[in-house]
Every structure is written in C-alpha cells, then in structure tokens.
C-alpha cells in the first residue's frame, strides 16, 4: 500500500468515528428526552451534560436542546467539510478535546468510576482524530510535492 493510500485511510477512518461519534451523541440525547435508561458510550458528554443541567439544575429544556444541538451542529459541520480541508478536521479534535476535558472535570467531580467507558472511548476517538490529522498533514503535503492542487482528503470519489 502506497503512502498517500496509508493516510487517505487513516483520513477516512479519522472522519469516520466522528461521524458514528456524533449520530450516537444525537441518540443518546433522544434517549435522554425519552427517559430511557440506555446510554452509549461512544458519544460526546458535553451536549449531555449540558441537557442534564438544562433539565434539573435549571428548568430550561428548550435552551439545554439548543445548546446541544448547536455543538452537535459544530462536529457535523467539522466532520462534512474535513471532506476536503484537513483545518476542519483539527477543529474536531479542540472541540472533542475539550468535550474529554469537560467530562474528565465532570467524572472527577461525582467521583464515580462509571465514567471509566466514557473516558475509554473519548481516547478511542481522540485517537483516531489526532491520527486523522496527522494523515491529513502528509496527504497534503503529497498533494503539494506532485503539483495537485485542491484534493478530496479522503481518497476518494465518494463519500467518506
């Protein structure tokens, strides 16, 4: 396997768990509206942290929904247009990062070791985005030796 084949993979893969991320963030929070007691791991804390508070700190459902949503709204915009900027795709990993900062915080707080998954996983997906951005960095560095100019960061014509 090529280089730029090594990192249009390692780039998709990054996009990918960023995707999964934030569509089990969305359905976690449906879950948390419906008051069912599931919860997946794999997903950003912090529009659930901030729809717990929003709900029984201080009464507001409506403005914990638009916040959340917003941030959701923030990864699905990073995640569509690191489709051909890799920028994008380092926006994902401040916001992801400080998303594992928030619920770190969070976890140390309630003191309770439930959160360990939570924390698993976060490192899972920060993981796959630092790699992610990093693969970016040489696809696009490989782009600008052979004389390409912009380019599809996932290595393919399709969607990633």
Not at 2 to 29: C, G, H, P, S
Not at 33 to 55: H, K, W, Y
Not at 94 to 121: G, H, K, M, P, Y
Not at 139 to 156: P, Q, R, V, Y
């Amino acid at each position: 396997m090529e280089q730029r084949d090594k990192a249009a993979l390692a780039y998709k893969k990054a996009r990918n768990n960023l995707l999964v991320m934030t569509i089990l963030t969305v359905v976690n929070m449906v879950l948390m509206l419906t008051n069912l007691s599931i919860n997946f791991s794999f997903s950003a804390s912090t529009p659930q942290i901030v729809l717990a508070f929003s709900i029984f700190v201080f009464e507001n459902l409506l403005g914990g929904i638009i916040i959340s949503v917003i941030i959701i709204g923030l990864f699905l915009l990073c995640w569509h247009m690191s489709k051909k900027n890799n920028g994008w795709l380092i926006a994902a990993l401040v916001l992801f990062s400080i998303d594992t900062l928030i619920l770190l915080l969070f976890a140390l707080d309630i003191a309770d070791t439930s959160f360990l998954f939570e924390i698993a996983f976060h490192a899972w997906v920060l993981y796959y985005l630092i790699t992610g951005v990093k693969a970016g960095a040489k696809l696009k560095n490989i782009t600008e030796a052979d004389g390409f100019g912009m380019m599809d960061m996932s290595g393919d014509d399709g969607e990633a």
